[in-house]
């Protein structure tokens, strides 16, 4: 069985919520789903993140990354890009990036804004950039997924995305929801059918 690791930075529950969603869609797949989180950074003097969280799924390592068949990446946005502590996370990786572990895998993307214009496109981008580099395939959602046409939240060929409003609170809509667990779903369904090629 194939296993595809769920892996998100969410401050107020929002990009937690898609991930939850693309969670389901990796399981409706057959595959299994491994989801994890990552601390947040401190910004100089202050207390370290604690080494377990207090709740919600456990910290990543990459170790992770290379157990797993195939990798789903959320964030919110910050300024059209990745959160921080996602991206220091990725900035650890380049000991994969050296024997290529990660190479032909499937990753897909995920993020949550506050406001419809928020830098959802941009933000998908550049979680997308350091997973291209590590010889990744990236999967996006295609124009087959029904809700692509008829979301006026979030949602897009790039990975999936849910307006979540000023403060944060916004559910996901119905049309969010799927279009998160069909990114799953589709991710789960290339790395099992990637995995078997590469055994023998």
Do not use: C
């Amino acid at each position: 069985m194939a296993e595809i690791l769920v892996l998100y930075y969410s401050r107020y529950g929002a990009t937690a919520s898609l991930a939850r969603a693309v969670a389901t869609g990796v399981e409706r797949s057959g595959a299994a789903a491994r989801v994890r989180t990552v601390p947040p950074v401190a910004s100089g003097i202050g207390e370290a993140a604690p080494a377990v969280p207090k709740r919600g799924p456990p910290y990543a390592s990459p170790r992770d990354l290379e157990e797993t068949d195939g990798l789903v990446l959320g964030s919110p946005t910050r300024f059209g890009n990745m959160a921080a502590p996602l991206k220091h996370f990725l900035d650890g990786t380049s000991g994969l990036w050296t024997t290529g572990a990660l190479v032909d895998r499937p990753f897909g993307v995920f993020t949550s804004t506050s406001t419809m214009h928020g830098g959802q496109e941009t933000t998908l981008l550049s979680m997308a950039l350091p997973l291209i580099h590590q010889g990744m395939v990236w999967v996006g959602v295609p124009y087959t997924v029904p809700e692509l046409g008829s979301t006026t939240g979030g949602g897009g060929p790039y990975g999936a995305s849910h307006v979540a409003g000023p403060e944060g609170g916004r559910a996901l809509t119905r049309d969010e929801r799927r279009i998160a667990e069909a990114l799953g779903q589709r991710v789960g369904r290339l790395a099992a059918r990637l995995a078997g090629e590469k055994r023998p």
